[in-house]
């Protein structure tokens, strides 16, 4: 059966693929660790769980609105004006199946054949993707390493051309972890006001920053900047609630009830009751997020004192989410693999460790390494890569 040209034309995701081979070797009796997952490893906080059980008994098993029900819309608005001091009305806020959903309803809505996109390298794997299936064409800009994974307001000028309608801003980032400033979103902002461009603003990790750092979305900077800003955001890892699928868009009123009038095609509605738990999620205590957030920072500075000491690896240390994306260039040649994909297949092969190649996500000779698994899992997994590196030491 002939399949149509969108779909053979897509890349599959590199973060599934490498889970579906560790999955696979676990399902033959090996003792493998993965640590491509891109999720909390701790259960949705009780007090959540708890609420979408009583919306099950009380009945509310049925379809909602299309975009979203209106009392989690409305606790979607406080939380932008509490965290962000950004304000919206209902019409400007569509709740969707996951943020994954929102971002490909929106390139729906936007792309016409053609239209172009600026994706910075590194990105997640879904973006270039989402993409061409609107008919559009990704246009990567490289985020040095030298400048911490972050492309510059000259690269982005750059980079525009005609056809030029949106660039995407992924910030606490996936898979590097690169946390854009106030100063250098301003900067790029300018950019995008000049040649009035859209800006997709991925903010899922904004709640996962260490050190002391915050979180900056780059609609607070200016009313011109919000006017031509999308976030996209969910509870799906601020609340580890992936398997929930509750994410939404915030932004230009034409533009959400464009999105609103296509999901009532396709999915018709959000679950109902993760709906009611995403609500528990943000009106109810923020203790567990916390909690969490405390857990990943320290799980992150003792895994990086460990990772640097591997022979062949080079890492910027991140400052949020839950990844780290080392080089290893270095260590490809010095085991002699032909490249990261190859490097990466020995690793799971020979030592049982899954690690995602950094070619799933523009970045040829780095990897993505999650830590959002506990100190005992990440430091044998460590202990394994050091060996691996030593036994296949040409």
């Excluded at 939380?79 to 729906?108: N, R």
């Excluded at 460790?353 to 999650?370: H, K, M, T």
């Amino acid at each position: 059966m002939k399949l149509a040209n969108r779909v053979k034309a897509l890349t599959p995701s590199s973060t599934l693929a490498i889970t579906a081979k560790a999955n696979a070797l676990k399902a033959e009796g090996h003792d493998v660790i993965g640590l491509g997952a891109g999720e909390p490893d701790f259960n949705t906080p009780e007090h959540i769980i708890q609420q979408a059980e009583k919306a099950m008994h009380e009945g509310y098993t049925k379809y909602t609105p299309s975009g979203g029900l209106m009392p989690l819309k409305q606790s979607i608005i406080r939380k932008f004006e509490e965290d962000q001091q950004l304000s919206y009305e209902p019409g400007e806020v569509i709740v969707t199946t996951g943020a994954k959903h929102a971002l490909y309803t929106l390139f729906q809505v936007l792309l016409d054949e053609g239209d172009e996109v600026i994706v910075p390298t590194p990105y997640w794997v879904s973006y270039p993707e989402q993409v061409k299936l609107a008919g559009g064409t990704p246009l990567h800009v490289e985020g040095k390493e030298e400048n911490g994974f972050k492309i510059t307001p000259e690269q982005l000028a750059d980079s525009i051309s005609p056809r030029t309608k949106a660039v995407i801003l992924n910030s606490p980032s996936n898979p590097t972890g690169a946390i854009y400033t106030k100063e250098e979103l301003q900067a790029l902002g300018d950019i995008c006001v000049q040649h009035d461009l859209l800006i997709i603003s991925d903010e899922i990790y904004e709640k996962l920053v260490y050190f002391g750092e915050q979180h900056m979305s780059i609609a607070q900077l200016s009313p011109k900047l919000k006017e031509r800003t999308i976030i996209i955001n969910g509870v799906s890892k601020s609340h580890s609630m992936t398997g929930w699928r509750i994410g939404y868009a915030a932004g230009n009123r034409d533009v959400i009830q464009a999105m609103t009038n296509l999901v009532s095609h396709s999915t018709s509605n959000p679950t109902s009751i993760a709906q009611y738990a995403a609500i528990a999620a943000y009106d109810g205590s923020q203790e567990p997020v916390a909690e969490m957030n405390q857990a990943f920072e320290q799980r992150l500075n003792h895994v990086y004192d460990l990772l640097v000491k591997i022979p062949g690896f080079k890492c910027e240390k991140p400052k949020g989410a839950f990844y780290l994306f080392p080089n290893v260039t270095e260590a490809i040649r010095l085991t002699g693999f032909e490249n990261v994909d190859k490097w990466v297949e020995a690793l799971l092969e020979y030592e049982k460790v899954a690690l995602v190649p950094g070619s799933g996500f523009g970045a040829p000779d780095n990897v993505r390494l999650s830590y959002a698994t506990s100190l005992p899992i990440l430091e044998e997994a460590l202990k394994r890569i050091k060996s691996f590196m030593e036994k296949h030491r040409k």
